[in-house]
Nanobody, 114 residues
Framework: QVQLVESGGGLVQAGGSLRLSCAASRSIFSFGTGSWFRRAPGKQRELVATITSGGLTNYADSVKGRFTISRDNAKNTVYLQMNSLKPEDTAVYYC????????WGQGTQVIVSS
């Protein structure tokens, strides 16, 4: 069983930045895909960003140019750097790791005030 632990959420003013971290208890991101999802109040969960084992990245249109997903294989950690945050980025952000089996983190709250 792999555990994913997110951190880095919090309250920030619009225009500010946060960096989310997702630490895995075992090495899964080196061989699989790491992703960040989010669920805003009253909305469905949406895919925010993905990074493959080969380092390819993909972003939701709503965050392109503002968010950056990255990975540190030595630390079994995936990051989400979020810049120029907007109130509509307010959500619970979830880490997802997919290899031979998939895993979810518990979520971290991000609140962007206007």
């Amino acid at each position: 069983q792999v555990q994913l632990v997110e951190s880095g959420g919090g309250l920030v003013q619009a225009g500010g930045s946060l960096r989310l971290s997702c630490a895995a208890s075992r090495s899964i991101f080196s061989f699989g895909t790491g992703s960040w999802f989010r669920r805003a109040p009253g909305k469905q969960r949406e895919l925010v960003a993905t990074i493959t084992s080969g380092g390819l990245t993909n972003y939701a249109d709503s965050v392109k140019g503002r968010f950056t997903i990255s990975r540190d294989n030595a630390k079994n950690t995936v990051y989400l750097q979020m810049n120029s945050l907007k109130p509509e980025d307010t959500a619970v952000y979830y880490c997802f790791g997919a290899g031979s089996t998939s895993y979810w983190g518990q979520g971290t709250q991000v609140i962007v005030s206007s």
